[in-house]
């Protein structure tokens, strides 16, 4: 089956510990991206891969860092967490078609809050 | 700079009717992508339907309709014969190319709540 996978699903943690939210497709997609989601503000991007070893900043990069040694893989890490980034975290991924991502598809997304 | 707006936070409509719902987008790039996605009350997005900005034809996908209006850069996405479980918050997005990379921006959203 088909999916973007991503781990762990619900997460509290406190101010200043590390974590890393894992994201895994299985469709060979070069795409990746991770966004956030708050209310009032739809979803917006932290970072986005346009294959292995290449990430690019989305608009709200800080406090984020992610890496891309596989194709299949895009974890989002926080090095030291804030509560500002109490969110709904999506991981997506998509075929690249020049002037389009084409669809995205998503994981089930993962609830962050930081105390 | 690239925008979507989605000017309504919520909407309601009586089951079987039509609903549209509305979304504007604003770039000076020639070659862009047009998306609605559907994220329901149990939190997943689901892709809808897809507009090319060469595209000459409004795109359809079964009851999903994009009312493309690219003089007043406009992606109205409408519902026809709308169900309960259409209730959901919808987002307009674009997809457009930034330094050599692509990048996808989204609205708001539009919460919908289909009554029986």
């Known amino acids: 089956e088909a999916q973007v996978t991503q781990n762990p699903r619900y997460l509290i943690t406190v101010t200043g510990k590390k974590l890393t939210v894992t994201c895994s497709q299985n469709m060979n997609h070069e795409y990746m991206s991770w966004y956030r989601q708050d209310p009032g503000l739809g979803l917006r991007q932290i970072y986005y891969?346009?294959?292995?070893?290449?990430?690019d900043k989305g608009d709200v990069p800080e406090g984020y860092k992610v890496s891309r040694k596989e194709k299949r893989n895009f974890p989002l890490i926080l090095e030291s967490p804030s509560p500002n980034q109490t969110s709904l975290y999506f991981c997506?991924?998509?075929?690249?078609?020049?002037?389009?991502?084409?669809?995205?598809?998503f994981g089930e997304g993962s609830r962050l809050t930081v105390l | 700079a690239q925008k979507i707006t989605q000017t309504q936070p919520g909407m309601f409509v009586q089951e079987k009717e039509a609903v549209t719902l509305d979304c504007t987008y604003d770039t000076s790039d020639p070659s862009y992508g047009l998306f609605w996605y559907k994220q329901p009350s149990s939190g997943e997005m689901i892709f809808l339907i897809y507009q090319g900005s060469y595209d000459q034809q409004n795109a359809t996908e079964g009851r999903y309709s994009l009312n493309f209006q690219k003089a007043r850069k406009s992606a109205n996405l409408v519902i026809s014969a709308s169900q309960l479980g259409d209730s959901a918050m919808y987002f307009c997005a674009m997809s457009y190319l930034s330094g050599g990379y692509n990048k996808l921006i989204f609205g708001a959203g539009t919460r919908l709540a289909v009554h029986p």
């Open positions: 997506a991924s998509g075929l690249y078609r020049g002037q389009s991502t084409g669809e995205l598809f």
């Open positions: 891969s346009m294959n292995v070893e290449v990430t």
